[in-house]
């Protein structure tokens, strides 16, 4: 899949602060997966987007695929120190799923 | 039913050495996926499995690796002559098609001296 680019790299927040993280290609994408990986564990699916304009919820959780389907946006709402972790997104387009590295959100209590 | 699994969870082996590693996915999964995850990277594409056979390995980075699917359920991904470079976490995913969810295992930490 088309490697897509994904900022920030890092953010740190307080808890019950909104966290956003955003992913940008060049391309259209078919379309996008989110994961998220806890410190020592291993990635989690959470969500798939693959109509344009699409928008998910889950929970504190909001998933956004652009009208082009060049862009996607994870939205977290009041932050929890549950959130700690990094969050992927990747393309699956024939198979092959490159992984950037993600953004790393810590939370301070 | 049960998750992805992989086995052995840590490995230390010398520089030189061949080793195996193993991968079970979820019961059928026709999608098998092998990625390696260096500290504070993302993971890094290896091969994937559609059945038995492998669709892309363009990940694999020298001849020194190679991995097998031979019965489309259990996998088994094969380093010789190992380096220290090869240390890292070796995590394996399955899906019910490509394209689909990937469902990850807790990963292989092999370590190279």
């Known amino acids: 899949g088309q490697q897509v680019m994904q900022i920030p790299q890092y953010q740190h927040v307080q808890e019950g602060e909104d966290f956003t993280t955003y992913c940008n290609s060049s391309t259209t994408l078919s379309n996008i997966q989110w994961y998220k990986q806890r410190p020592g564990g291993h990635p989690v699916f959470l969500i798939q987007l693959v109509k344009s304009g699409e928008v998910k919820k889950q929970k504190r959780l909001t998933f956004q695929f652009g009208e082009a389907k060049k862009n996607s946006s994870l939205h977290i709402t009041a932050t929890q120190t549950t959130d700690v972790g990094t969050y992927f997104c990747i393309n699956t387009n024939a198979g092959k799923s490159t992984f950037g590295d993600g953004t790393t959100l810590t939370v301070k209590p | 039913g049960a998750g992805v699994s992989q086995t052995p969870s840590n490995k230390v082996t010398e520089k030189g050495k061949y080793v195996e590693l193993r991968c079970d996915p979820i019961?059928?999964?026709?999608?098998l996926y092998w990625y390696r995850q260096s500290l504070g990277q993302g993971p890094e594409f290896l091969i994937y499995?559609?059945?038995?056979?492998?669709?892309?390995d363009s990940g694999l980075p020298n001849d020194r690796f190679f991995a097998v699917r031979p019965e489309g359920s259990v996998s088994t991904l094969k380093i010789q002559r190992t380096e220290r470079g090869d240390s890292a976490v070796y995590l394996c995913?399955?899906?019910?098609?490509?394209?689909?969810?990937?469902?990850f295992g807790p990963g292989t930490r092999l370590t190279v001296l």
């Open positions: 499995f559609q059945g038995t056979g492998a669709a892309d």
């Open positions: 995913a399955s899906s019910s098609f490509v394209g689909n969810e990937q469902f």
């Open positions: 019961s059928g999964h026709t999608a």
